[in-house]
């Protein structure tokens, strides 16, 4: 029986996943793609344990550029065991120190075929139901398959929210501690008198309080990972409730942060390949904020900024197609245009002969437009 997914919900599409075994995942890959220019190469990684790995493309549409450096860095590993795909990510990823995503990671096999329907390479390991594409963009970790089944427009809304979330929990609590701490005139006057109140009495300050209350969400967040999951979500949500209460209750918190910590958390979920990045970045901006309040959160964005203009994933600069501008290829970025309105590949994977994908006009009533 085929699997559901685990990590990748969706309320629309396929309900179908990988499984542990590389035939039957390539068998769900060739059932979405019927075509002989679909190419799988196996090859066995890891002295001792000899694990199968498959490399897929399609022939054609995929730059060789591309394929040629996926080979060669595979090629490029010597290492006695391969037990998961992860150790193979670890491997072939730009950078020593990789701090956002910079391969992707999918178990549906609907979002595996559209990567290679756009150019980029599969990489499937034996025993494990998570399958590696690349190259991996940033614009990447706020798109879903949903995004291409129902409508455009409500599509880009739902990215623009993700993308603001992310935004949110990142720099929502280091805003919190920089304004009650450096810039009180910003805040309205009847605010920062509630504000005021709710602060009076508290033993910390306004950093250490966000640096307790962030901790302890994410004690929260991993115990409900860790635990089994028919109860796992009842103890964050208890906790949560519990906690909050309890710390307003005895004067460690104040109630506005609780709210902040709380809005932050949810927010960081809206994006799974951007949650680890983010709860690293909320603590940097946090001290950047305890620092020069305003301006250390304006240095530390700067900063952001820079780094990410610098990474590649493959040879293909980070923040396509931003920045270097892919005109073209924005069309499905922040915003999603109708599917039949995507009448080339992206521009950065595919070659440039087969950057095609929709011909014709769309149907509409009265006949062809």
Wanted: charge should be positive.
């Amino acid at each position: 029986a085929v699997n559901k997914p685990e990590t990748e919900m969706t309320t629309k599409g396929s309900r179908e996943s990988f499984s542990e075994d590389l035939r039957t995942n390539t068998v769900l890959l060739r059932r979405r793609v019927r075509n002989q220019k679909l190419k799988i190469e196996i090859q066995k990684k890891g002295e001792v344990t000899k694990t199968q790995i498959a490399i897929c493309y399609i022939e054609g549409i995929a730059k060789q550029e591309i394929i040629d450096e996926v080979k060669n860095r595979i090629g490029r590993i010597k290492q006695d065991s391969v037990i998961d795909s992860g150790y193979l990510e670890q491997h072939i990823e730009d950078g020593i120190i990789p701090f956002f995503p910079m391969v992707g990671n999918s178990e549906k096999p609907d979002k595996v075929a559209a990567k290679l329907l756009e150019g980029r390479v599969a990489i499937m390991v034996d025993g494990t139901p998570t399958v590696i594409t690349v190259p991996f963009l940033l614009i990447e970790t706020i798109q879903v398959p949903e995004d291409y089944y129902g409508e455009y427009y409500f599509a880009s809304f739902t990215r623009v929210l993700r993308l603001l979330s992310f935004f949110i929990s990142i720099y929502l609590p280091s805003l919190y501690v920089a304004l009650t701490a450096f810039h009180q005139t910003v805040i309205p006057f009847k605010l920062m008198l509630t504000m005021a109140a709710t602060r009076e009495g508290i033993p910390f300050s306004a950093f250490t309080e966000a640096i307790l209350m962030t901790v302890t969400f994410e004690i929260l967040r991993e115990a409900s990972v860790r635990m089994p999951k028919t109860i796992g979500q009842t103890v964050s949500i208890a906790g949560a409730i519990v906690l909050g209460e309890a710390a307003i209750t005895a004067g460690i918190a104040s109630a506005p942060l609780v709210i902040v910590a709380a809005l932050t958390g949810i927010c960081s979920f809206l994006s799974p390949p951007l949650v680890k990045p983010a709860t690293v970045l909320r603590f940097g901006m946090l001290i950047a904020a305890n620092s020069l309040g305003l301006l250390g959160i304006a240095l530390a964005s700067i900063g952001l900024l820079i780094y990410l203009c610098q990474k590649r994933s493959f040879g293909i600069p980070y923040l396509t197609p931003f920045t270097p501008l892919h005109t073209a290829d924005l069309k499905d970025s922040l915003i999603v245009v109708p599917i039949w309105a995507m009448f080339k590949r992206p521009g950065y994977l595919a070659q440039r002969r087969n950057s095609i994908r929709t011909k014709g006009k769309r149907f509409t009533k009265g006949g062809r437009n």
